[in-house]
């Protein structure tokens, strides 16, 4: 007798709970689970699941020959999608948020001038703009009358008057027999203006693109690689609680490999790969600097790479580091830091497929490279990363994560609730928080103070020490109390407060920037409107002073890193981001 849907689900809830277990027996009870499957009839949402299985399998296999079966009915899932599709099956369930970018299947969005160029030059015969999900939108009509005559001569004669302007007859006169897309990104490529602008007026018409994933290996299907060696779980998963933070802060920083630019180059490329296909796009993955990227091995199968921006992209004040990580070739997790001074900002974001697969400590070891690269002493998270307007933040416990590592509120009203709340749960343990209490929990920061542990001799680490000294900082209090003087004494004139701020600042430093490079310039800008509400700057001894011109010019430099370990070490310098940012 054939199985039945029904007899698929259970077969596929025993799979489910089998995939992370890593007894002998579960191996045999694996196989014969994929043997009973791999030939179904599987309706979509079953087709998801197993996707899905197969993936974490992938990245969390228990025996070689476990690896070669998994990886075929990857290679060869398009196949059961395509059958789907001609027998007409409801295809919008691949599409959600979480599925997405399964092989065969289409996708699409909104994406960014530079990521709509390099996906178009990655995949060019598979992808097209959505020309009906884009006529009949009146907002994308009025970007099109004030940016195709750029591209179009003599367009404004029907843009700026007419009605019932046929956009398509101008767009084909115009490229001929190039294809539509390359066409329109070529010609704003070529504007006579910077990279900037032209991705603005690019950005600006919100043109929908859609692409066929086929069998392409930047499915997320296929976009793992087999790497020289593989770990296979012969145990069970390192678990939440056999994790401690401190201890892993203890130990010696993990090796940091530099990768050349080509290899750099290579890394950026796969990580916008594997963003794209889930429908994210993230500041460091779409700009990247190829040569800043190294690769950190920290055991168990698992690799991190990291990277810096390149300086026409950094962010004024503040240092910025991306990556991701890979599980036995296989992309598990994303994240982005933050800092300035030993204050770092963590965004930590493992992809759903494998947040059972040893989530915790993977997170320690993101952190410990993190720390090898910017002696930060205190790792803050964002409420965004907990729960505020983050609904699966609060639906996977996100606050209880962090909690349980060591981590607290850095506010004390909601320190206080949190202690009752694990007061409730050591008397109950079935007991859980309530959506509630978990929202008002996401309403601050979280702070994690590192003990000491990288380089107890550094300043840095004595000055991390203080408990909640970065508490109440904001890199936006520091922008608002600079836009407030502006509206104050300069009418709200940016120019005016930026020229008056460089004269200012130039004159106490004792500097002349004549023959500074552009990206230092922008640097002394940008540093000089903060210092310029310093108000005892001019008393600042000789050295402080030569001191935060080397901060200035390194924030300029082809590594971003040594800048922020500069701030680290001034300490006039950090009082007073304390103070104007708290």
């Given at each position: 007798m054939?199985?039945t849907?029904?007899d ?8 489910e ?8 027996g ?5 196989t ?8 179904g009839q599987l ?5 998801i ?17 476990q690896v070669a079966?998994?990886e ?8 059961r ?8 099956a ?21 994406l960014?001038?530079d990521?709509?160029?390099w996906l ?11 020309w ?24 404004e ?14 767009l084909?006169a115009a490229?001929?027999?190039q ?7 070529n ?8 990279a900037h ?7 600006s018409?919100r043109?929908p693109?859609r ?9 997320r299907?296929?976009n ?9 779980h012969?145990?069970?998963?390192i ?12 130990q010696?920083?993990?090796k940091?490999?530099?990768l050349?630019?080509s ?15 889930r ?11 190829p040569?800043?990227?190294?690769r950190?091995?920290v ?15 950094r962010?004024p004040?503040r ?10 070739g296989?992309?598990i997790?994303y994240f ?6 030993e ?6 974001n493992?992809f759903?497929?494998?947040r ?6 993977i997170y320690?070891q ?10 930060a002493?205190?790792?803050s998270?964002?409420p965004?990363?907990i729960?505020?307007?983050?609904d ?10 962090y ?15 949190c ?11 079935e ?7 978990l929202?008002r ?14 380089n107890p ?15 109440k ?5 520091l922008?608002?109390l ?5 509206a ?5 004139n940016?120019q005016?407060?930026?020229?008056a701020?460089?004269a ?6 004792g ?5 500074w490079?552009p ?7 940008n ?10 700057l ?9 001191d ?20 680290q070490?001034h300490?006039r310098l ?5 103070r104007l940012?708290?």
């Amino acid at each position: 007798m054939p199985s039945t849907s029904q007899d698929f689900n259970h077969l596929l809830t025993d799979l489910e709970t089998a995939k992370s277990r890593f007894h002998r027996g579960h191996i045999t009870r694996i196989t014969k689970l994929l043997s009973r499957l791999s030939p179904g009839q599987l309706d979509p949402h079953q087709l998801i699941r197993f996707h899905e299985v197969l993936l974490f399998l992938r990245a969390f296999p228990h025996a070689p020959s476990q690896v070669a079966r998994v990886e075929h009915l990857l290679n060869t899932f398009h196949e059961r999608i395509e059958k789907l599709r001609a027998a007409n099956a409801d295809m919008s369930v691949f599409d959600d948020f979480d599925t997405s970018g399964i092989a065969a299947t289409t996708m699409q969005d909104v994406l960014s001038f530079d990521v709509a160029q390099w996906l178009t030059s990655r995949i060019p015969r598979n992808i097209e703009i959505s020309w009906t999900d884009y006529w009949d939108d009146y907002q994308g009509e009025r970007s099109r009358g004030d940016t195709w005559p750029r591209l179009i001569p003599l367009l404004e004669e029907d843009a700026a008057v007419e009605a019932n302007i046929p956009w398509s007859t101008w767009l084909d006169a115009a490229r001929g027999r190039q294809g539509a897309l390359p066409w329109l990104l070529n010609q704003f490529a070529s504007l006579p203006l910077p990279a900037h602008q032209k991705a603005e007026l690019y950005d600006s018409l919100r043109l929908p693109l859609r692409w066929k994933l086929e069998n392409l290996r930047l499915s997320r299907t296929r976009n793992w690689t087999r790497p020289r060696h593989i770990f296979f779980h012969a145990t069970s998963l390192i678990q939440r609680h056999e994790v401690s933070l401190a201890h892993e802060m203890s130990q010696p920083a993990p090796k940091l490999e530099q990768l050349s630019r080509s290899a750099g180059g290579s890394v950026l490329n796969s990580v916008r790969d594997v963003m794209f296909v889930r429908y994210r796009e993230l500041y460091g993955t779409t700009l990247g600097d190829p040569s800043t990227v190294v690769r950190a091995d920290v055991g168990r199968g698992v690799v991190l790479y990291l990277w810096g921006l390149p300086t026409p992209h950094r962010l004024p004040l503040r240092a910025y580091l991306c990556g991701y990580t890979l599980k036995n070739g296989v992309p598990i997790h994303y994240f982005e830091a933050i800092g300035l001074c030993e204050w770092l900002e963590v965004g930590f974001n493992v992809f759903y497929t494998y947040r059972q697969g040893e989530t915790a400590w993977i997170y320690a070891q993101t952190l410990r490279c993190l720390r090898a690269l910017t002696s930060a002493t205190c790792i803050s998270i964002y409420p965004y990363q907990i729960g505020q307007d983050n609904d699966e933040a609060i639906d996977s416990g996100a606050f209880w994560f962090y909690r349980k590592l060591g981590f607290r509120s850095g506010r004390p009203d909601l320190q206080k609730l949190c202690e009752k709340e694990e007061e409730k749960i050591a008397a109950d343990l079935e007991y859980r928080t309530p959506r509630r209490t978990l929202k008002r929990l996401a309403e601050a920061h979280m702070f994690y103070e590192v003990g000491g542990e990288l380089n107890p001799a550094s300043s840095s680490q004595a000055l991390a020490t203080d408990r909640g000294t970065w508490d109440k900082f904001s890199a936006r209090n520091l922008g608002l109390l600079i836009n407030r003087r502006m509206a104050r004494e300069f009418n709200g004139n940016s120019q005016a407060i930026r020229q008056a701020s460089v004269a200012k600042i130039s004159r106490v430093l004792g500097i002349n920037p004549a023959r500074w490079t552009p990206a230092e310039k922008q640097a002394l800008e940008n540093w000089s409107l903060v210092l310029a509400q310093v108000p005892g700057l001019p008393r600042w001894a000789p050295q402080e002073k030569r001191d935060m011109v080397k901060i200035i010019r390194a924030k300029a430099a082809h590594d971003e890193m040594p800048y922020l370990r500069q701030t680290q070490h001034h300490a006039r310098l950090r009082k007073e981001l304390l103070r104007l940012g708290s």
